[in-house]
């Protein structure tokens, strides 16, 4: 990868697509000598399927929190649809949240829920009627090829499996931004290409992801376009 | 934007109390104990103040003002004098006592008549006109006391200033050891279930991290928890008052059998009312409630 220049000019508005997310000159420390992130801007368009790479420590959690609402930079603006991320503005994150969807290394299913629970979760605390829920939940299983493990519990599946749990819970609510923090990062590669081809798939149907990960090989799979990290700089957007 | 529903549902709340106090576990029991010990101390506390009080409050009704009129008051000033007695604000009873009368209620108490000597010594009634004045309360008595002492035709006052005074600093001491003791109790009770609500916060970390990104507010997350602290703490205030009905019947029964109680208890009752109850289970909440707040203010995964 050769060091090049941001995606895109800094917060400048473009032609090329309705923006999703943006970070403009976001800079982020946790008290180490270093920034985890050093003046990173970054603009995701809808539709779009991007792969965010670095070793480990190079930020790419950091990114996907700021995004989030889970940490709040130190300089610089994060906006989510076109809206300033506030973490302190409950209401308003709540639902910029609503529009996103999150999937974790560690699958971060709930043990003492099913399968079918853990999805329905995510719609449960939108106080969604119990009718529709459990239609959705179906429907996010069956895209996910477990409706046959609905009413296992997480720890009886394989990691992949649980992973594809984690896929169903992002997607059920219908979000607009996947974001995916190393999804692959605790499977093996056969499983990991698994995951891949089911976020392709969904890509493919519409939804803009975020997919970071540390394994380069992954990307080489699909056609996607890559963002590098490194020691917290976004250092060479590359295209397919 | 979706709209966003501002309270759970019941369909979210109820399963989510249920699991979060299954959670808790025995952490639970040590909570509703905490605050049950509490209340319950709180509620002997209570008792034992208000029987104080009333008890204080009878006996200052008790003591009553003598003052004793000047033997030199002209007869027609007397009427008007009581007029002014009477008229004086905190005045529950007067009663005017002659000298006449007074010189011969003297002589029946002593049991002696005048043939019989001893009061012969007297030519002439020696005694002045008294009046005995009880008070409306025990706060009333000593500037009642001194008003009474200003009237004109008023040669002395007498009430039992020392016993009333030390009978009030009795009922405020006993007051302000109960306030300074449920103080102390609720800061501790407070402290300890909301350390118990943190460890909970804790254990549910990871429930919570999810609903935050899936897009729940932090009424959604956190009302369980306030729901699940009240509980605690109403049962807590339950748990107290059943036990301290169960002791207060059985003192009372006791009292009763001991000869030199029976006059006591038949005239006090330390049962704990129903309102009490009533009262110890909203006390009980309450400091969930508050515990849980404290909690969540020093808990609560702001974003850095």
């Keep these: 990868m050769t060091a090049v220049t941001p995606v ?16 403009c000159q976001v800079t982020k420390s946790f008290g180490g000598a270093l920034p985890c992130l050093h003046r990173v801007s970054l603009q995701l368009r809808r539709g779009e399927f991007y792969f965010l790479t670095g070793a480990s420590g190079s930020g790419k959690s950091t ?5 989030c609402g889970q940490v709040r930079p130190d300089q610089g603006i994060v906006r989510l649809f076109g809206e300033e991320v506030n973490p302190q503005q409950d209401r308003r994150m709540a639902q910029l949240r609503r529009r996103l969807g999150v999937i974790f290394q560690d699958f971060k299913l709930l043990g003492d829920r099913s399968v079918a629970d853990n999805v329905a ?64 990062g605790n499977l093996d590669p056969q499983t990991s290409q698994q995951i891949l081809a089911l976020i392709h798939r969904l890509h493919q149907h519409g939804l ?15 056609p996607h376009r890559i963002l590098h990290l490194h020691h917290g700089k976004l250092e060479s957007p590359t295209h397919p | 934007m979706e709209n966003l529903s501002p309270l759970p549902t019941l369909d979210f709340l109820l399963p989510e109390v249920r699991r979060s106090l299954w959670r808790g576990g025995w952490l639970n029991g040590a909570a509703v104990i905490a605050v049950a010990v509490t209340l319950f101390i709180f509620g002997w506390g209570w008792q034992v103040s208000q029987l104080l009080g009333a008890s204080v409050e009878s006996l200052g009704n008790r003591l009553e003002i003598t003052a004793y009129v000047s033997p030199t008051l002209p007869a027609a000033k007397v009427a008007s004098l009581k007029e002014q007695l009477a008229a004086l604000p ?18 029946a108490d002593l049991g002696l008549k005048s043939e019989q000597g001893g009061l012969d010594l007297f030519d002439t009634n020696p005694l002045s006109d008294e009046i005995k004045i009880r008070a409306q309360s025990l706060p009333q008595v000593a500037p009642l006391a001194s008003q009474i002492a200003q009237k004109e035709g008023i040669e002395s006052v007498q009430y039992l200033e020392r016993a009333l ?31 118990i609500l943190r460890l909970i916060i804790l254990v549910r970390q990871p429930e919570i991290e999810i609903m935050t990104l899936v897009g729940a507010t932090q009424t959604w997350i956190y009302t369980p928890l306030f729901i699940q602290a009240a509980s605690l703490g109403g049962g807590g205030g339950l748990l107290a008052w059943m036990v301290g009905w169960g002791t207060s019947q059985q003192l009372q029964q006791w009292l009763t059998q001991q000869a030199s109680f029976r006059a006591l208890a038949s005239n006090v009752s330390i049962e704990w009312s129903v309102g009490l109850g009533v009262f110890l289970i909203i006390t009980g909440v309450i400091l969930g409630l508050v515990s849980t707040r404290l909690a969540l203010q020093t808990t609560a995964s702001m974003p850095k």
């Design chain 1, 8 to 23: 895109v000019p800094p917060c400048e508005s473009t032609s090329k697509g309705v923006i999703v997310a943006e970070l």
């Design chain 1, 63 to 67: 990114l996907l929190k700021l995004l």
């Design chain 1, 121 to 184: 979760f995510a719609l449960l605390v939108r106080g969604i009627p119990k009718a529709e829920i459990q239609q959705r939940v179906q429907t996010a299983l069956k895209l996910v090829g477990l409706s046959h493990k609905a009413n296992a519990p997480p720890q009886s599946l394989s990691g992949g499996e649980q992973q594809r749990v984690s896929i169903a819970r992002a997607i059920v609510g219908g979000p607009e931004l996947l974001l995916a923090d190393e999804p692959t």
């Design chain 1, 208 to 222: 803009t992801v975020l997919f970071t990960t540390h394994d380069l090989a992954l990307t080489r799979l699909v």
């Design chain 2, 90 to 107: 905190g005045v529950a009873d007067l009663t005017w006592i002659d000298r006449d009368r007074a010189w011969a209620e003297l002589q």
């Design chain 2, 165 to 195: 005074t030390g009978l009030q600093s009795v009922q405020r001491v006993v007051r302000g050891v109960t306030f300074i003791l449920v103080l102390l109790l609720s800061l501790t009770v407070v402290a300890l279930v909301s350390a």
